[in-house]
């Protein structure tokens, strides 16, 4: 049985380090279904969507699930659940998760002269990949990832070691998405890097959300919709600035909870 008794955010300084075996079902399942599922539209020349959503149901959310009951019991199934369509106090943390990032990608953009005009058509669109990532892929996929993976990692190596082995798992998974399309060596080099730099930006701000918001999965995923969706704010080539910006506010955020954990520590 697992030490982590309650799926929430912790004091990594007074917990139990919690066991790694979930963690090690969870990616035994995750790892190698998510390859197959997320190489076969590209051998089959499928579209990728179906089987993005099949990876994130079948090997992401499913094992979470069954292996947290099997651990936890029903009760923290369902903690989980709660907290990923339930808004924590304070409310105001789900409004933040939604907008900061979006709003941050597309001023560094009007900064950089990369960002797209605020017109009715955007705004849509922008709004639309926004609900339909949140409500179709991020709601189940950071149950899993922040609910599941995350929370035990963080609990066991701090935020910044947890958050870059999450980030780790999590560029694993994406694999094959990443090197699609790859033309050469250097294509798949440059695609890994992208995915690795982003992702651990992308986990450490999203940990530091997860502690900020007191356990809102549901703040978490509406974060993660914002950083997909925030590419449409940006002109098609200056994607580089939504990417290098995640990475700047996850290392930011990081900073801010390491002296905050130590100076608590001090006093």
Do not use: Y
Request: overall charge positive; charged content about 10%.
């Amino acid at each position: 049985m697992t030490t982590l008794a309650n799926p929430t955010p912790v004091d990594t300084a007074t917990a139990a380090r919690p066991a790694l075996r979930p963690v090690l079902r969870f990616t035994a399942v995750a790892l190698p279904l998510g390859w197959v599922m997320l190489t076969a539209p590209i051998v089959f020349g499928l579209p990728a969507e179906p089987f993005v959503l099949a990876t994130t149901i079948l090997g992401l959310f499913l094992p979470a699930v069954l292996i947290t009951a099997r651990e936890q019991g029903r009760g923290a199934v369902w903690t989980l659940l709660r907290q990923s369509v339930i808004p924590h106090r304070p409310l105001w943390w789900v409004a933040a998760s939604a907008v900061v990032l979006p709003a941050a990608v597309w001023l560094a953009g009007v900064a950089l002269d990369g960002a797209q005009p605020l017109s009715a058509a955007i705004l849509g669109g922008f709004a639309f990949q926004f609900l339909s990532s949140a409500i179709i892929i991020n709601f189940w996929e950071e149950l899993a990832w922040t609910g599941f993976v995350q929370r035990r990692l963080t609990a066991r190596w701090g935020l910044i070691g947890g958050g870059t082995a999450t980030a780790s798992l999590f560029a694993l998974i994406h694999v094959p998405l990443a090197i699609a399309g790859a033309h050469d060596a250097g294509d798949v080099f440059i695609g890994l890097a992208k995915l690795i730099t982003t992702g651990i930006g992308l986990r450490l701000l999203i940990g530091a959300v997860d502690r900020w918001s007191a356990g809102s999965l549901l703040a978490v995923a509406l974060l993660h919709a914002g950083f997909n969706a925030s590419s449409d704010l940006i002109e098609p080539g200056h994607d580089v600035i939504r990417l290098a910006l995640t990475v700047v506010l996850g290392a930011a955020a990081a900073l801010v909870v390491t002296v905050r954990t130590h100076s608590s520590r001090t006093h």
